[in-house]
């Protein structure tokens, strides 16, 4: 069965550093694999996605993510962290039933201290 | 473009009594999604339509939870009677069809079993 991994419940950092939120997968092919905001008393809101292609994906918001098929990962990164990203993230990765649905991690609260 | 829609925002029921909630999608998305967001956890499916069709309901709890989606537009979500643990954000969201595409989601109808 599909899933996602999210290892931290909750990630700090100061305002102008560099952030990471960790995602690892498991599926039995090629994932297609997507990472969601949420922030408080809102729907998800979609930042980018990986299906195939180049292993760095660029998203909204100066967000991106590296696919690392061989660790299984799918990081999200941002070079300089912005108060406002201070939010819940979701990873997802596409169940392989033909309905596609997709399968959310736990997620992490970032929190971005100026 | 307008977003999902969705409504009522907040609702307070008490345990054994009726509740619906109503989704209308982005214009044009062949497949509608009902998730259910339990505090501290990531969405989980509970139906899937495509166009006006079920795809997916394999977690609905249908003794007491139903969907429907008629003329493949707007969709109502219907939990009857509630219970305690039914207290959760439930999430709509619409996607082009194809499994590829990302969702796109409303802001969710956050539910209170007393």
């Known amino acids: 069965a599909q899933s996602v991994a999210q290892p931290e419940d909750q990630v700090n950092v100061a305002e102008g550093n560099p952030l990471t939120v960790k995602c690892t997968y498991s599926v039995s092919g090629n994932p297609y694999l997507f990472w969601y905001v949420q922030y408080p008393n809102r729907g998800l809101q979609f930042l980018l996605k990986y299906i195939t292609g180049d292993n760095l994906v660029k998203g909204s918001y100066g967000f991106e993510a590296e696919f690392n098929k061989s660790q299984t990962s799918f990081h999200l990164k941002k070079p300089s962290a912005l108060v406002s990203d201070s939010a819940l993230y979701f990873c997802a990765v596409r169940d392989y039933s033909n309905t596609g649905k997709l399968i959310f991690g736990q997620g992490t609260t970032l929190q971005v201290k100026p | 473009e307008a977003g999902v829609a969705q409504s009522p925002r907040y609702k307070i029921i008490e345990k054994r009594q009726s509740v619906a909630f109503w989704c209308n999608p982005i214009?044009?998305?062949?497949?509608l999604y009902w998730y259910q967001q339990i505090l501290g956890q990531g969405p989980k499916l509970l139906i899937q339509?495509?166009?006006?069709?079920?795809?997916?309901d394999s977690q609905l709890p249908k003794d007491r939870f139903s969907a429907e989606r008629l003329k493949g537009v707007d969709s109502t979500l219907k939990i009857q009677p509630a219970k305690l643990e039914d207290s959760a954000v439930y999430l709509c969201a619409s996607s082009l069809a194809g499994s590829g595409y990302e969702q796109y989601f409303g802001p969710g109808t956050r539910l209170t079993v007393t």
């Open positions: 339509f495509q166009n006006n069709g079920v795809v997916d």
């Open positions: 214009s044009g998305h062949a497949t």
